[in-house]
């Protein structure tokens, strides 16, 4: 495809925000600073987690740049920017976690397999782009379909990057189609993140927004579309992102035996603090983020100053001015809401956050617990150890 083409090495990367953590260089995996994270609702691009699996794709021209869309459909088409552009557009604020946020923290207790990160993979957006539920009634499968006439029952996301995993092919995922073709669902093909064009390393021109599910399931430098009968086959649909169990490792894993992960569950993270950290005694605050997957709302975020023996509630909130209220008609169904609380800590602790989603899931204490081979989903209570201090701080 000659308007957009995955380079072979890494000699044309875009420049990157000094503050971000890298966690690997080539691919490009880069985490911002925590605190960074509360410093604002809407998460600003440069800092804004990228996580990539080979070289960063360029447009050699947008005119020519199309997505082909085939496969179990009647008539198969390709559509230019232009026309992805004549679309209504909508603005979708959504958090992108990765499947591999926390994974460090997962690492400790047990060897994992993975990039490690700790609790910054993760961003809000705002995405702007068509629904793929308009996209897909143009090309003549209706909203709210979940089996086309023969027999497509998936949607499947291909792009130009190459990857190891895929043997120097391209990175690729699916959703149900049921999924993609319900406007409620908000899937976009987005060309837009917090009101300017993607930049290369989030996915120019184009990519997928699937939001309350795995960062990995939108795909970035979106390249084409196929309607298909069962999930993709690809690995990081079949033989990555999947849950198992802690009794699962290298030698007895069967990759078959489980399904690819989509939602994520609740996760709450603390922010403001770093482990280890010495403060002032006194009145501290302490914040973070909250967010659940599948478009449920938080409905609470404890916090604990004593190790975990009592709680308290922390306030959220989502804009400014407006108070939130769990799966309310104004908020933000698909981002996370921030948490604060300030309390007086006059001695060293340990202070513990952990969220209630609104379909009263709860995130589990210990990581021992949901360890799984790969490290994904660390979503265990999280922990910051906090010592008074009295000079240096
Ligand atoms: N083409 C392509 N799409 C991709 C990936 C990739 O490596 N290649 N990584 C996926 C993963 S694992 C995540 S978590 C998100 C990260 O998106 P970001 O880099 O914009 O934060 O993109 C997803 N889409
Ligand atoms: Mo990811």
Excluded at 23 to 46: C, G, I, M, Q, W
Excluded at 98 to 122: E, H, L, P, Q
Excluded at 139 to 148: E, F, H, N, R
Excluded at 272 to 296: F, H, T
Aim: aromatic share 8%; charged share 20%; hydrophobic share 35%.
């Amino acid at each position: 495809m000659p308007g957009l083409s995955g380079p072979s090495d890494y000699s044309q990367e875009p420049s990157r925000h000094p503050c971000l953590h890298i966690n690997a260089k080539e691919p490009f995996n880069a985490e911002p600073p925590r605190s960074a994270l509360v410093s604002s609702y809407v998460t600003p691009v440069e800092l804004f987690f990228k996580r990539n699996h080979g070289p960063i794709p360029l447009v050699d021209d947008i005119e020519r740049y199309c997505v082909d869309i085939s496969g179990l459909i009647e008539t198969p088409k390709k559509l230019y920017f232009r026309d992805i552009r004549m679309l209504p557009k909508y603005n979708v604020t959504a958090t992108l976690q990765c499947a591999g946020n926390r994974r460090t923290a997962m690492s400790i207790t047990r060897k994992v397999k993975g990039v490690g990160w700790d609790v910054s993979a993760i961003g809000n957006a705002v995405w702007g782009g068509a629904k793929l539920a308009d996209i897909l009634e143009l090309i003549g499968v209706p909203k709210l379909t979940s089996c086309t006439q023969s027999g497509g029952k998936h949607i499947e996301f291909v792009s130009v990057d190459k990857c190891e995993e895929e043997n120097g092919g391209p990175y690729k995922a699916s959703i149900p189609l049921s999924q993609a073709t319900n406007p409620e669902a908000d899937v976009l093909l987005a060309y837009e993140m917090n009101g300017e064009p993607l930049n290369r390393d989030h996915g120019y021109p184009l990519r997928v927004i699937v939001p309350g599910v795995i960062g990995a399931r939108s795909v970035k430098w979106l390249d084409s579309i196929n309607i298909i009968a069962e999930e993709c086959q690809g690995f990081f649909m079949q033989k990555d992102y999947k849950m198992f169990p802690p009794s699962v490792d290298w030698g007895n894993i069967n990759w078959n035996t489980r399904k690819p992960q989509m939602d994520f569950p609740v996760q709450s993270v603390i922010c403001s603090l770093e482990d280890m950290q010495s403060i002032k005694p006194g009145m501290v605050r302490i914040s973070g983020y909250a967010v659940s997957g599948g478009g449920c709302g938080i409905e609470r975020v404890d916090v604990s100053i004593d190790g975990g023996k009592t709680w308290m509630e922390a306030t959220r909130f989502q804009k400014t001015g407006i108070p939130y209220i769990a799966d309310g008609i104004s908020n933000d169904k698909w981002a996370w809401v921030l948490f604060e609380l300030t309390v007086d800590i006059p001695q060293s602790t340990e202070i513990i956050a952990k969220a209630v989603d609104s379909a009263a899931n709860v995130q589990p204490e210990k990581v021992q617990d949901i360890w799984n081979l790969r490290g994904i989903l660390n979503t265990s209570w999280h922990r910051v150890h906090v010592r008074i201090g009295h000079s240096n701080m």
